[in-house]
């Protein structure tokens, strides 16, 4: 069997206007689930118990829900409930939120647990409040013990964006489709995005462990 | 609005035929991606570095790529890799395994590697010989 390439190197310009979309689509879930996740993973560990309850329901349905599920509903089940209809780009990005969000939650909080309780004892002991004690002593630990698994989490996202191919997103996955579909060369094409993921997001992982290398002796206790 | 629940009623067999389907994958994919990930956390931490470099580059492979690619890669590829035309169950449970397995590989690793080294001191226990160590640490 031989390859043929020409497919992806004559469409060179609308598969790399997909790269663009796949790592805007990234950027903005990540930045966004970081946040999202990063509150509600402190209000899940500090929050009134009512709201801890409602946050415990959120993340648990999110972790049993296929990230699949959660985008077709984003996009095609929202428009119906509420009459407000989202662009692909926007369903997805959103979609992809509420799910990714619900898994940084769960890694603030294994970080917040992972610092024993004698550590708040001993602040407590020095007077400090709790607000200084959780500012002070648990989350510059928490935070650096979180580096491995949320660098896990940003190649997740980058990789379930492909997910939102199914919704249209012009991403590039979508478009590798698309070219595949043309050039009835699937198997050349769906190589090329191989090699262009990987090349993504390998780096992304070995940068992560290497700052998590340099930063880890500040996590011990 | 109202919302009509019939639909869900009226095809509840064809539902329950893809449920079923999901349950299928999910422990067939496992009942791959369990030992594979075990042989491959093995290979891993072999002294043979052959061994070792191929079960790296392989879990860093799969653990990089979209699963969606994988599926989409296996659907097209594996036909003319091997000749033979797969179903699309077959398919998903190539791609799923080989993902799965790199994802099980790691977390075995990590599993193995978070046993105490003091603990595998006690190979020097002449009673244990090399792979009776592993497995009964």
């Not at chain 1, 989202?86 to 992972?114: D, K, N, Q």
């Not at chain 1, 190589?191 to 880890?216: C, E, G, K, M, N």
């Not at chain 2, 491959?40 to 799969?62: G, Y």
């Amino acid at each position: 069997m031989s390859l043929d390439f020409s497919a992806v190197f004559t469409s060179w310009q609308f598969l790399l206007a997909g790269v663009g979309d796949t790592l805007a689509l990234s950027a903005l879930t990540i930045a966004l689930s970081l946040v999202l996740g990063g509150a509600i993973g402190l209000a899940r560990c500090y929050g009134p118990s009512g709201l801890r309850w409602a946050l415990i329901f959120y993340i648990d349905s999110m972790r049993s829900i296929p990230v699949l599920v959660v985008l077709v509903w984003t996009y095609f089940a929202l428009p119906i409930v509420t009459g407000v209809t989202l662009p692909p780009f926007w369903a997805a990005a959103s979609a992809l939120t509420v799910h990714i969000s619900a898994y940084v939650a769960e890694i603030v909080r294994a970080g917040i647990i992972s610092v024993r309780p004698g550590q708040s004892r001993a602040a407590f002991a020095l007077g400090m409040s709790r607000t200084q004690a959780i500012r002070e002593i648990i989350l510059p630990q928490a935070l650096v013990r979180m580096l491995p698994a949320l660098g896990s989490i940003l190649s997740i996202t980058i990789k379930d964006t492909a997910i939102a191919a199914v919704i249209a997103v012009p991403e590039y996955m979508n478009r590798s489709q698309t070219v595949a579909g043309q050039s009835f060369h699937p198997i050349e094409v769906f190589l090329a995005a191989t090699v262009v993921y990987f090349t993504i997001i390998f780096p992304v992982t070995r940068v992560v462990d290497i700052v998590y290398a340099r930063l880890a002796y500040l996590g011990r206790s | 609005m109202n919302y009509d629940w019939s639909v869900v009623w009226r095809n509840a067999d064809v539902l329950w035929e893809g449920t079923k389907v999901t349950v299928f994958l999910a422990v067939t994919t496992m009942a791959i991606a369990i030992p594979g990930g075990i042989a491959l956390a093995l290979m891993r931490l072999s002294r043979i570095r052959t061994l070792s470099i191929a079960s790296a580059v392989f879990v860093e492979l799969f653990r990089n790529l979209p699963l969606i690619l994988v599926i989409y890669s296996a659907y097209y590829i594996l036909p003319v890799a091997t000749g033979v035309r797969f179903s699309p169950i077959a398919t998903a449970i190539v791609a799923l395994g080989l993902n799965v397995s790199a994802y099980n590989g790691e977390t075995f690793r990590a599993g193995i590697a978070s046993i105490r080294q003091g603990l595998a001191f006690q190979r020097y226990v002449p009673r244990f010989g090399h792979l009776g160590r592993r497995s009964r640490l």
